[in-house]
Nanobody, 125 residues
Framework: QLQLVESGGGLVQPGGSLRLSCAASGSTFEDYAIGWFRQAPGKEREGVSCISTRAYNTYDADSVKGRFTISRDNAKNMVYLQMNSLRPEDTAVYYC??????????????????WGQGTQVTVSS
């Protein structure tokens, strides 16, 4: 059974950078598209960036395009989210998820078959 665990969150100043990691366990990692999502208190969960099974396709939300980069290493069962030029509005709990879906559908429709526990990202001066 696939399980996901996020790490790498923390407190950063506006304009700073963080790299989030999502570690997967289980034998079916390569069958899933992987996405990063975020949710702030009182707000709807948002699809941030999603990547296809073999990383041929990615989808980024307009709010992070050009600032965030998703990548995956299937040999290591790892997915990463490099976040640059962070803004206070990026503050949220960030979750990784796995889904049998296209990257656009996953991010836009917020689809996930398996979810991690989340990691807090706070951008503040």
């Amino acid at each position: 059974q696939l399980q996901l665990v996020e790490s790498g969150g923390g407190l950063v100043q506006p304009g700073g950078s963080l790299r989030l990691s999502c570690a997967a366990s289980g034998s079916t990692f390569e069958d899933y598209a992987i996405g990063w999502f975020r949710q702030a208190p009182g707000k709807e969960r948002e699809g941030v960036s999603c990547i296809s099974t073999r990383a041929y396709n990615t989808y980024d939300a307009d709010s992070v395009k050009g600032r965030f980069t998703i990548s995956r290493d299937n040999a290591k069962n790892m997915v990463y989210l490099q976040m640059n030029s962070l803004r206070p509005e990026d503050t949220a709990v960030y979750y990784c998820a796995a889904a049998f879906a296209t990257v656009q559908s996953m991010c836009v429709q917020r689809l996930g078959d398996v979810w991690g526990q989340g990691t807090q990202v706070t951008v503040s001066s």
